[in-house]
């Protein structure tokens, strides 16, 4: 008898199949990796834009405040009556917030939910292991 050992198809298969199965692992862990961190990229920039929004609030209300006090009566010294200095200076602050406002917005808008890279290497996998399931069983 002859001391090679032999090889048949179906063993070779069943070996292609296993490291097929062991590389999905692999990928499947490197994505779960690629996702937590966009997300976490992601979050960042959430805190960023949420960062923003409150001082910029918090500096409208707080100049609002105090310009009230000086700027409304400076006006109604140069002769405006006090009820439309205090107009003057609300409208002004009123637009000064909502300059800050559409920054937050659009700090907002460039945050992604769904993280793009992972979604788009995803399918990248999936095509690759449908090609190699597909080329295991010719």
């Known amino acids: 008898m002859s001391d090679t050992i032999r090889h048949s198809p179906r063993s070779s298969i069943t070996a292609l199949l296993e490291g097929l199965l062991l590389d999905i692992k ?3 862990i490197q994505e779960f990796r690629l996702a937590a961190h966009e997300v976490k990229a992601e979050l960042g920039k959430a805190g960023s834009a949420a960062s923003s929004l409150a001082i910029g609030v918090g500096l409208a209300a707080l100049g609002g405040l105090l310009l009230v006090l000086m700027v409304v009566h400076m006006i109604a010294a140069a002769g405006v ?3 439309a200095s205090y107009g003057l200076v609300g409208l002004a602050l009123g637009g000064a917030g909502l300059v800050l406002l559409i ?3 659009k700090q907002a808008a460039d945050i ?3 993280p793009i890279r992972t979604v788009q290497t995803m399918k ?3 095509s690759w292991i449908k090609e190699e399931v ?3 069983r010719m």
Do not use: G, R
Request: glycine share 0%; no cysteine.
């Open 103 to 105: 920054k937050a917005k």
């Open 112 to 114: 992604h939910v769904v």
């Open 134 to 136: 597909t080329s295991a």
């Open 26 to 28: 692999a990928l499947a």
């Open 81 to 83: 009556p006090l009820w």
């Open 124 to 126: 990248e996998n999936v």
